[in-house]
Every structure is written in C-alpha cells, then in structure tokens.
C-alpha cells in the first residue's frame, strides 16, 4: 500500500471518524471506577495458575488457542535468553497439568546453537483446520543467537550467519501426536499473527520487521507477499463470510485483503481510540474475536487507553463500528502510563454466550486507591454480554509471585473452561478460569477461531 495513501488520508481519515464511530454511544465502562478491595465478583469463577516448569527458560506466553481437537495448546517461549526456542504445551484434562509436545526448532531443523537467531516464540499464530485435525502454527523472531546477548533484525538482515532463516511453518496433527511437514513461511523475517480460510485452503500472516502482508496455500505450498501495510505491526488478523481479511494500518484505519479483487484496501475512517491524547496512531488491533454467530467481532486496541470496538464486516461498503469504550481505569493523561501496565486482551466467547477479556488495574491515588498492602496491579476478568452491554467482574488472575495483568491471548476448552496466556516475569505459564455450571456447556469451543 503506497506511504503517500497513508499520509494523504491521514487528516482527512480524522477529521471523518465521526462518520464511523464518534456519534455511536460509548458504553459506560464498569472498568472505569472498579475498586480492587470492593468489588464484586460474579461467584463461582475458580482460577488455577500452570506455571512452565517444564521448560525453564520460557519467559513469555504470547499464544494460547484451542486446537481442531477442542484441547488448549500454549507457546512456551523463551525469547530473552541466548539460543531460546519456544515448546509447545498442551493442556491435558485428565491430569489437570501441562504436556510438553516439542520443542519447535528440532522439528523445523534450526537448532538452537546453530550460530543464527532462534526460533524462539509463536507470536498469536496458532491456526486449527477442522476437516483434517492439522493445527498450524508460525514462529516470530527476537531470540538471539547462542553467543549473543541481543537480536536486531535489521543489523543482522544481510549476515548469512547470524540472520534469522525465517518464520517456520509448522502443520501438527492432533489426532496422531504427529508433526506432518514443515516450511519456511517468511525468509528473514517473525510472523506476528496467522489466520486460516479453511475452505480455500489459505493461510495469511502480517511480517515482521517489514509489516508485510502474506498469503500462503497449504495444497501448493506457494507463498505470496501481497505488499507492505506500513510500519507499526497489528497483533491480529480477522477473516468475514466473504472470505475478507481484515487487519489494521499505522495510523488505526482498517485494511482488508479482498481476494476477489486481489487487492488490499484501506478505509477512509479512524478506529475508536481515547480523543485527549490519541489520534489514532499506533492504534493497530491487539485482539480479535468473533461473535458465536458469525455477523461481527470484538476488537481491542494496543496502545495505552485500549479502546474495545464491535465491527460489523458485512454492512455497507465500510463497516459499521461500535465504539464500546475505554477498557481500563481512568486516569490523568498528562501522565505517561507504561503500556505493559496500561492493557487489556485475552478476548473469548465462553460457553454462556457472552464475552471474556482481562483488562489491567493499577493502584492510583485519585482513580483507583487500590489497598497499600494489596499488589500494585493485576488482571482482572470481565465478563461483557453482548445483548446489553452491561460488563461484571468475575474474577482475578492470582500469580504466586507477582501482578498478572498482562494476558495476551485467551481461548476456551471443549468443556467451558477458559484459558489465558500471562506474560510477564518468570515463572510464566497459562490461566485457567473454570465458570460455574451454569456458564459452561460441550463443545463450547465451536464455532472454532480461526486465527491467532
């Protein structure tokens, strides 16, 4: 997509949002005024912490999703230590405990102590094919090599030695235990997240760090690079009934890949963001999901103040966009907030029909006067439904020895339970949030997210 687009339409974009979400009424966000010490949760919500310990070196979770199979599979990844590489985890119900499946770099042939940037994280791309059982997955960089203390993409772009190989794709099936091919999906570069069209047997992904957008056909094996969306990766992908997939540019207009046209495009309209101190740049999407039945999705915002819209794909030339508001505390925005603080994500429909997110709470002097002898932070989970909008804290994410605020993906099992990936200081590991009886049903898993 042409740079003079982007800053042509980036005034005009602005001075229009009104026309795509500013005169929608903002829900009132029961975030807004939570107080840790007195609010009240929903009963019922149990929560059980699955540290890593299988894998010492791992220090992020940035991927959890449920598999073809209607089990939890995580990304334990260890991209801060020299020679990391990620290990895929899943969750076994019969034991109540984590299984450590394999270690990513020995299945796709780039050792760990092969002298190159690792292959060290899956970066929000799990992708489940139904018909087959395959789950696809896709490696991102930031590991360094064995003997280097740090990795930068763009030192090393032309070092045949040190250069990351390139984002490994991977195809596991579920149902044998059985890793089936493996390709190279990106040369060079990370794949920050994946998404699978099913019925035409496409895979796409946004590159990193050139912001590419890349298509990939799992019965060819062909990959496509369709272009450049800018230079301020989004973390999510989304695919409509028309097969569109949708993602967002730099400056939080909404881009889509319309494959009947084999075309990207870009919407003259800004995304929701906070109007005192934002004006939309680096409003990329953070996460996605999609309503049970299929007519719109749920986003939220990576950037500090995160915004949660409801889009509506199929309306109109442009969709229609809900701005449902801020998702954490109020604060003052004369004030800078680290955004690893300031988040919210880990969006999942449950078995109930409504929506689930963790949304960060800080202890602030005017906001929110969490107690002194309280955590300084923590993830609090939400539970939004989506007839009225009305939001509910349902629970707290407990971490044995820290604030647990940062959730980056959520999914939930084929029984109702969910799941929620933590990143922060070590030990990291995944969440599960069990509802009550009342909340959870079979197979509430289907319909199956498609993307990371």
Not at 103 to 122: N, W, Y
Not at 314 to 319: H, K, S, V
Request: with cysteine; charged share 25%.
């Amino acid at each position: 997509m042409p740079d003079e687009i982007g800053r042509r339409d980036f005034l005009k974009g602005t001075a229009c949002a009104t026309a795509s979400w500013l005169a929608m009424p903002a829900v009132a966000s029961s975030a807004t005024d939570a107080r840790s010490g007195d609010a009240a949760h929903e009963g019922g919500y149990k929560t059980k912490w699955y540290p890593f310990t299988g894998h010492p070196d791992a220090d992020t979770c940035w991927s959890v999703s449920v598999g073809p199979d209607g089990r939890i599979y995580a990304a334990a990844c260890a991209e801060s230590v020299p020679g990391g590489v990620v290990m895929v985890v899943r969750y076994n119900e019969e034991k109540d405990s984590l299984d450590y499946l394999f270690s990513l770099d020995e299945m796709v042939d780039d050792p760990a102590d092969s002298g190159r940037a690792t292959q060290c994280k899956i970066h929000y791309s799990f992708a489940p094919s139904m018909s087959d059982g395959v789950l696809y997955m896709a490696t991102h960089l930031s590991g360094p090599p064995i003997d280097q203390p740090a990795y930068s993409p763009w030192l090393s772009w032309h070092d045949e030695k040190r250069c990351f190989r390139g984002s490994a794709l991977l195809a596991y099936d579920t149902q044998k235990d059985e890793v089936l091919w493996w390709d190279t999906l990106i040369p060079k570069e990370g794949c920050r997240c994946l998404l699978h069209d099913e019925e035409r047997h496409l895979l796409y992904a946004l590159s990193y760090p050139r912001d590419h957008f890349i298509l990939y056909d799992t019965r060819t094996r062909k990959r496509r690079d369709l272009g450049r969306i800018g230079s301020i990766n989004a973390q999510a992908l989304f695919l409509d009934r028309t097969h569109r997939v949708w993602t967002t540019d730099d400056y939080g207009h909404l881009v889509r890949y319309d494959p009947e046209k084999d075309r990207l495009e870009r919407s003259p309209f800004v995304l929701p963001h906070n109007p005192e101190f934002q004006t939309g740049w680096h409003s990329v999407f953070y996460d996605v999901v999609a309503s049970p039945d299929g007519q719109c999705v749920y986003a939220v915002t990576w950037i500090a103040n995160p915004s949660m819209m409801r889009i509506w794909p199929n309306e109109g030339e442009w969709p229609r966009v809900e701005n449902l508001g801020l998702m954490t505390q109020r604060r003052d925005s004369s004030i800078p907030k680290d955004t690893f603080v300031d988040h919210c994500g880990g969006l999942v429909f449950g078995g109930d029909g409504h929506l689930y997110y963790v949304a960060s709470r800080w202890r602030d002097p005017v906001y929110n006067p969490m107690p002194a002898d309280g955590p300084e932070r923590e993830g609090v989970v939400w539970r939004l439904d989506p007839a009225t909008l009305q939001r509910q804290e349902v629970a707290i994410l407990k971490h044995p020895q820290q604030p647990a605020q940062y959730v980056s993906r959520g999914a939930v099992d084929r029984h109702g339970d969910l799941f929620f990936g933590n990143v922060g200081t070590e030990p990291v590991g995944i969440f599960k949030v069990s509802p009550p009886a009342s909340r959870r049903k079979e197979n509430a898993h289907l319909p199956i997210r498609m993307w990371g």
